[in-house]
């Protein structure tokens, strides 16, 4: 099995830049594709944005399209979420997720249920 850890989170600005890494235990996280989740207070969680195994294919939720870009690098085992231009309302715990759907088309992976693994998540606080 494999193990997401996210990292990175912490007090931000308004319009400041944050990047994430979801880091995988195991050799096999090249199988895996990767969601970010976020869950603010009282909300639900949230899709983000999702790349695939092979980071050939990735999808973003139209609130964050444009500011943010999700990456990977398997030979380090670890995903990251670049958040530039960050708002108040990006407010939210991060989680990453990982999955073993072998599809390229990530819009057809932003649901929970798709995600097998999950992180503890990491604190975004951006300030206005």
């Known amino acids: 099995q494999v193990q997401p850890v996210e990292s990175g989170g912490g007090l931000v600005q308004a319009g400041d830049s944050l990047e994430l890494s979801c880091a995988a235990s195991?050799?096999?996280?090249?199988?895996?594709?990767v969601g970010w989740f976020r869950q603010a207070p009282g909300k639900e969680r949230e899709f983000v944005c999702a790349?695939?195994?092979?980071?050939?294919?990735?999808h973003y939720d139209d609130s964050v399209k444009g500011r943010f870009t999700v990456s990977r690098d398997n030979a380090k085992s670890t995903a990251y979420l670049q958040m530039n231009n960050l708002k108040p309302e990006d407010t939210a715990v991060y989680f990453c997720?990982?999955?073993?759907?072998?599809?390229?088309?990530?819009?057809?992976?932003?649901?929970?249920?798709?995600?097998?693994?999950w992180g503890q998540g990491t604190l975004v606080t951006v300030s206005s």
């Open positions: 195991g050799s096999t996280f090249n199988l895996y594709a």
């Open positions: 790349i695939s195994w092979s980071g050939a294919g990735t």
């Open positions: 997720g990982l999955s073993r759907t072998q599809t390229q088309i990530m819009s057809l992976a932003t649901r929970e249920t798709a995600y097998g693994f």
